[in-house]
């Protein structure tokens, strides 16, 4: 079975930091990569995903995502953060044509103004 | 931009009782499914939905759980007989098609409290 790790669970930052949140998958055949964010008190909202193609992949408000196959990793970076990026980040993977991902645990973002 | 809405967003029961959770998913998807996640770790998936039957369940929806599309816009969960490991947030998903490329959209959450 595939697993999901996210190895830092909880970051706290300053406004203007970088940030790279890590993920390793376990799988060794063609996987469909995901980064999700939870908002405080809202919903899991993708970030941006890769299925195939270019490996660095752009989403939405200035994250993006490196597919590092040799790696297993799909690492989030965000080269300034803001306060407003305070949220729980969850790197998923689905594999083998399945349609249900699996979760890591999720990375707690803490920016301080 | 249309959302997925749950309902409650939080419900306390005690253990033994019976819990509905309630979904609206988006109004064109066609497949629906729940995940949760206990306090402090995976966001785990629980069951697919399509056309009225469970396309997939994962091992942890066993004979306690069950999933309804009562009318043309709800999406339910049930829980028969609560245990006090079932606490944790339950998450609503829908999506356009069943296939790996489409966007799952997640609903807000419930968070169920078993006492």
């Known amino acids: 079975a595939q697993s999901v790790s996210q190895h830092n669970h909880h970051v706290i930052l300053s406004e203007a930091a970088s940030l790279e949140l890590g993920c390793n998958y376990s799988y060794g055949g063609t996987v469909n990569l995901f980064w999700y964010v939870q908002y405080p008190g809202q919903h899991l909202q993708l970030l941006l995903k890769y299925f195939s193609g270019d490996p660095l992949v752009k989403g939405i408000k200035g994250f993006e995502a490196e597919f590092i196959k040799s790696k297993f990793s799909f690492n989030l970076r965000k080269p300034s953060v803001q306060w407003s990026d305070t949220a729980e980040y969850f790197c998923?993977?689905?594999?083998?044509?399945?349609?249900?991902?699996?979760f890591g645990r999720g990375t707690s973002l803490i920016v301080h103004p | 931009e249309p959302e997925v809405t749950q309902t409650p967003s939080h419900q306390v029961t005690q253990m033994g009782q019976e819990v509905i959770l309630r979904c609206v998913p988006i109004s064109n998807h066609l497949y629906f499914y729940w995940y949760r996640q206990i306090l402090g770790q995976k966001v785990e998936f629980l069951v697919s939905f399509y056309n009225n039957e469970i396309s997939e369940k994962s091992e942890i929806f066993d004979d306690q759980f069950s999933v309804e599309r009562p009318d043309g816009s709800n999406f339910t969960l049930k829980i028969r007989s609560t245990k006090l490991e079932d606490s944790a947030m339950y998450f609503c998903?829908?999506?356009?098609?069943?296939?790996?490329?489409?966007?799952?959209?997640f609903g807000p959450g419930t968070r169920l409290t078993v006492t």
């Open positions: 998903a829908s999506s356009e098609e069943l296939a790996e490329h489409y966007e799952q959209y």
């Open positions: 998923a993977v689905s594999s083998g044509g399945s349609y249900i991902p699996t």
